[in-house]
């Protein structure tokens, strides 16, 4: 499991690490029950949510929303028509059957080309600052969406299949709550009976409330809300969300028998449940060499059968008007093609995809010049993006937090929404 920790040090991990030998953490493998998903209909009655697909590693956009056919730097890659206003790779034909649903930002012009950087820029809107630690999408839709939704009993940030940014100073009731794409949480306990846990929960309060009593500060009142936050996690019929295995098998084929396939199904269970952000990492898109043989062979069908699925099932399910989705890397890669058939690193003209959630669907707002070097129409950033769509979730552009050290601070950083994503 990812950490990270607050600022006086204390780790996720440490939190958790107190339930081991307590927790009945071992998900059932179950799927719902009616009651379940006559629950989960309620809950998802115009809530919003938000999915991100995270490409980590940089994915070469150049290859897969805005291909340049017949420039040196375009590659063997050939286009192909879409159900939208676009082409887009060949080696993406599911996908290519459902872009009425998404639309296509080809100008992003962003300014983090390293991996570390880059990955915090993208979540966050901020670039790294000693001082401060920033929260990522999840935790600002978590903050903003989740204290609404009284019957949600799971963690409203989970992220799969990776850790993500943190919570930063919104504190650790906003921190992502990290699975891999069998719904495991790792560090924990299992097989423990509820008397067991009961007791332990016990003792742990008292303790708990001796500590905060004697005013050792913040962190104290931190760490009991997460152990109230877990003791109702381990009692929640909710946790069945996590369990793709409670799908048809006609489902899970379509979602593909992989671990971001898996993912992706999960994060659809997930937001039906109530979930405000979920986030699915898709990790091996540093292409240094051999580019075109990794997209063609392993990346791109993974993503094409993953991404497609989730597309069609949210809109067969009426979920897509609430449910953004967010596809993305830290960066794009290079146009011109290195000397190892790859791609490096590359910020200055790039591509996300978008939909659902307030989104015009089917288009492709802005444009790169002919051979991809350079942006040609108007630029935008990470943080025009995370203000886009959190003005699609209905969240106030106008908001503002409070860091520890006092410093207002500006959702999203103050990006200004992509009007052309908008009706």
Same mark, same amino acid.
């Given at each position: 499991?990812?950490?990270?920790?607050?600022?006086?040090?204390?780790?996720?991990?440490?939190?958790?690490?107190?339930?081991?030998?307590?927790?009945?953490?071992?998900?059932?493998?179950?799927?719902?029950?009616?009651?379940?998903?006559?629950?989960?209909?309620?809950?998802?009655?115009?809530?919003?949510?938000?999915?991100?697909?995270?490409?980590?590693?940089?994915?070469?956009?150049?290859?897969?929303?805005?291909?340049?056919?017949?420039?040196?730097?375009?590659?063997?890659?050939?286009?192909?028509?879409?159900?939208?206003?676009?082409?887009?790779?060949?080696?993406?034909?599911?996908?290519?059957?459902?872009?009425?649903?998404?639309?296509?930002?080809?100008?992003?012009?962003?300014?983090?080309?390293?991996?570390?950087?880059?990955?915090?820029?993208?979540?966050?809107?901020?670039?790294?600052? *000693?001082?401060?630690?920033?929260? $990522?999408? %999840? /935790? +600002?839709?978590?903050?903003? !969406? #989740?204290?609404?939704?009284?019957?949600?009993?799971? *963690?409203?940030?989970?992220?799969? $299949?990776? %850790? /993500? +940014?943190?919570?930063?100073? !919104? #504190?650790?009731?906003?921190?992502?709550?990290?699975?891999?794409?069998?719904?495991?949480?790792?560090?924990?306990?299992?097989?423990?009976?509820?008397?067991?846990?009961?007791?332990?929960?016990?003792?742990?309060?008292?303790?708990?409330?001796?500590?905060?009593?004697?005013?050792?500060?913040?962190?104290?009142?931190?760490?009991?809300?997460?152990?109230?936050?877990?003791?109702?996690?381990?009692?929640?019929?909710?946790?069945?969300?996590?369990?793709?295995?409670?799908?048809?098998?006609?489902?899970?084929?379509?979602?593909?028998?992989?671990?971001?396939?898996?993912?992706?199904?999960?994060?659809?269970?997930?937001?039906?449940?109530?979930?405000?952000?979920?986030?699915?990492?898709?990790?091996?898109?540093?292409?240094?060499?051999?580019?075109?043989?990794?997209?063609?062979?392993?990346?791109?069908?993974?993503?094409?059968?993953?991404?497609?699925?989730?597309?069609?099932?949210?809109?067969?399910?009426?979920?897509?008007?609430?449910?953004?989705?967010?596809?993305?890397?830290?960066?794009?890669?290079?146009?011109?093609?290195?000397?190892?058939?790859?791609?490096?690193?590359?910020?200055?003209?790039?591509?996300?995809?978008?939909?659902?959630?307030?989104?015009?669907?089917?288009?492709?707002?802005?444009?790169?010049?002919?051979?991809?070097?350079?942006?040609?129409?108007?630029?935008?950033?990470?943080?025009?993006?995370?203000?886009?769509?959190?003005?699609?979730?209905?969240?106030?552009?106008?908001?503002?937090?409070?860091?520890?050290?006092?410093?207002?601070?500006?959702?999203?950083?103050?990006?200004?929404?992509?009007?052309?994503?908008?009706?």
């Amino acid at each position: 499991m990812t950490l990270y920790s607050t600022p006086s040090g204390m780790s996720r991990r440490h939190f958790l690490s107190h339930l081991a030998g307590a927790s009945a953490l071992a998900i059932p493998a179950i799927g719902f029950t009616n009651a379940m998903a006559a629950n989960a209909k309620m809950l998802k009655k115009n809530q919003k949510a938000a999915i991100m697909l995270w490409m980590g590693g940089g994915p070469a956009t150049i290859d897969i929303w805005d291909l340049k056919p017949g420039n040196p730097n375009g590659g063997p890659f050939k286009p192909i028509a879409t159900t939208g206003d676009m082409q887009i790779t060949e080696h993406m034909p599911l996908t290519a059957k459902q872009m009425k649903h998404l639309s296509i930002v080809r100008s992003l012009s962003t300014r983090e080309a390293d991996h570390n950087r880059g990955r915090y820029y993208m979540h966050t809107g901020y670039v790294p600052n *000693p001082n401060v630690e920033h929260p $990522g999408y %999840g /935790s +600002v839709v978590a903050h903003e !969406l #989740g204290p609404a939704r009284k019957e949600l009993e799971i *963690p409203p940030f989970v992220s799969i $299949g990776g %850790g /993500s +940014v943190g919570p930063g100073f !919104l #504190g650790m009731t906003y921190a992502p709550f990290v699975v891999n794409s069998n719904g495991q949480v790792k560090d924990l306990a299992m097989g423990i009976d509820a008397g067991r846990v009961d007791s332990r929960m016990q003792l742990l309060a008292s303790l708990e409330t001796g500590f905060i009593r004697s005013g050792r500060g913040s962190s104290a009142d931190e760490h009991a809300k997460v152990l109230d936050k877990t003791h109702d996690l381990m009692t929640s019929k909710q946790m069945d969300a996590f369990k793709t295995a409670g799908e048809t098998q006609q489902t899970r084929d379509r979602y593909g028998n992989t671990g971001f396939g898996r993912g992706c199904l999960m994060a659809r269970r997930l937001v039906e449940q109530g979930v405000p952000f979920v986030e699915v990492d898709l990790g091996g898109w540093d292409t240094h060499s051999g580019n075109f043989t990794a997209l063609e062979k392993t990346k791109l069908p993974e993503l094409d059968k993953a991404m497609s699925a989730l597309v069609e099932d949210l809109a067969e399910r009426g979920m897509l008007d609430t449910t953004a989705i967010i596809w993305m890397g830290e960066f794009g890669r290079t146009p011109r093609i290195n000397g190892n058939a790859g791609r490096d690193h590359w910020a200055r003209s790039w591509s996300a995809v978008v939909g659902g959630a307030g989104f015009k669907r089917g288009i492709t707002v802005g444009k790169t010049n002919e051979d991809g070097t350079q942006v040609e129409s108007e630029p935008y950033t990470s943080e025009d993006l995370m203000a886009s769509v959190l003005h699609g979730l209905g969240i106030s552009l106008d908001t503002r937090f409070t860091a520890l050290n006092g410093r207002p601070m500006k959702i999203a950083n103050g990006g200004k929404v992509i009007k052309e994503l908008f009706a």
